[in-house]
């Protein structure tokens, strides 16, 4: 599949020029400006380059550690069902975990349960 690197890298501009930071919490799941990545890296979708994602770790006001949420229901080791989100089962694609700047998160979706929440992280410390 093609992928249309030109217009992503127009629009990454437009997002660098943003001016401020989003007021978010770890746990908050959010709509993400992801864009288009290399070879299997988790692309965004759709004309904007949306995913939806889990603010998995806080590191101030500008940058955020997240983890990209998928649909699909394969199974792997790196794919960890988190139930449902917004109606939707939900998994987190631990395996593409990267560090945003707070200018990419569009809006708030909703916030993951603790209980929920942490049997991720345990997972997540299970794997490294």
Aim: aromatic share 10%; glycine share 8%; with cysteine.
């Amino acid at each position: 599949m093609e992928k249309d690197f030109d217009n992503w890298n127009s629009q990454k501009k437009d997002i660098h020029l943003l001016n401020g930071s989003k007021f978010y919490h770890v746990r908050d799941v959010w709509w993400c400006l992801i864009g288009i990545n290399v070879g299997f890296e988790e692309d965004g979708k759709n004309i904007d380059f949306q995913r939806p994602v889990l603010v998995f770790k806080s590191f101030g006001q500008n940058i955020c550690l997240v983890i990209p949420l998928t649909t699909s229901l394969k199974k792997h080791k790196y794919r960890v069902p988190l139930g449902l989100i917004r109606g939707q089962k939900a998994s987190a694609v631990v395996s593409q975990i990267r560090v945003v700047d707070t200018k990419r998160l569009v809006n708030k979706i909703g916030v993951l349960e603790i209980g929920v929440f942490e049997r991720l992280r345990k997972i997540i410390k299970d794997l490294l």
